[in-house]
């Protein structure tokens, strides 16, 4: 009889785990919930752009030999060309590169050009960095500088928005000695932009 009793005794405590658990579980069941997340992407490319090119490159004052040289053609915006003045003197452009060059004759000659940079793209572009590698002096006979750069590092060029960069490019009017051989020299302006 001990034995019935203790028999019936675990198969109550057995039975009562078992409703516990289904009870749990029944209790778990009510209270859980499922979330769900859902959705698309597009990139429409027929309405995002990016575009960051040059648009424009004018010479805008040439001194050669002395005397002020009439600068005849021009670059239209629209279709990268290039034109050159009577004395050897030229800028051309595509839509990532300007392209000079000038033969200076004496102290006192320079080449002013202006490059136009428009952000044709409809995302702004942010200016990431800036190499000066043109603003350059060689010795007595060659100087480049960027006087006019309306662009600095970490400057944002809206959609269809521009900006001006002017090079002047001179034999110093105060050189006092002339070289004894050809003299020359290259450098360049690099921006580097990135989405905004």
Do not use: C, H
């Not at 800028?91 to 990532?96: A, C, G, I, N, Y």
């Amino acid at each position: 009889m001990k034995k019935e009793k203790k028999k019936s005794s675990r198969k109550g405590l057995l039975l009562f785990l078992l409703l516990l658990l289904l009870g749990v579980s029944v209790g778990y069941a009510v209270l859980s919930q499922t979330l769900t997340i859902t959705g698309s992407t597009n990139i429409n490319t027929a309405t995002t752009d990016w575009n960051v090119k040059f648009t424009a490159a004018d010479i805008t004052a040439w001194k050669y030999g002395g005397s002020a040289v009439t600068v005849t053609g021009a670059a239209a915006a629209a279709t990268p060309e290039s034109y050159t003045t009577p004395a050897t003197a030229s800028v051309s452009f595509t839509d990532t590169t300007v392209s000079y060059s000038a033969a200076l004759k004496q102290p006192g000659d320079t080449l002013t050009f202006t490059a136009t940079v428009t952000n044709s793209g409809t995302i702004p572009a942010k200016v990431s960095s800036i190499t000066d590698a043109i603003t350059v002096a060689t010795g007595d006979y060659y100087r480049a500088t960027v006087t006019n750069n309306s662009m600095k590092q970490n400057d944002v060029l809206a959609p269809n928005a521009s900006a001006t960069i002017t090079v002047v490019v001179s034999y110093p009017s105060t050189t006092t000695t002339l070289p004894s051989s050809n003299q020359s020299n290259s450098g360049s302006y690099t921006i580097n932009f990135e989405q905004q």
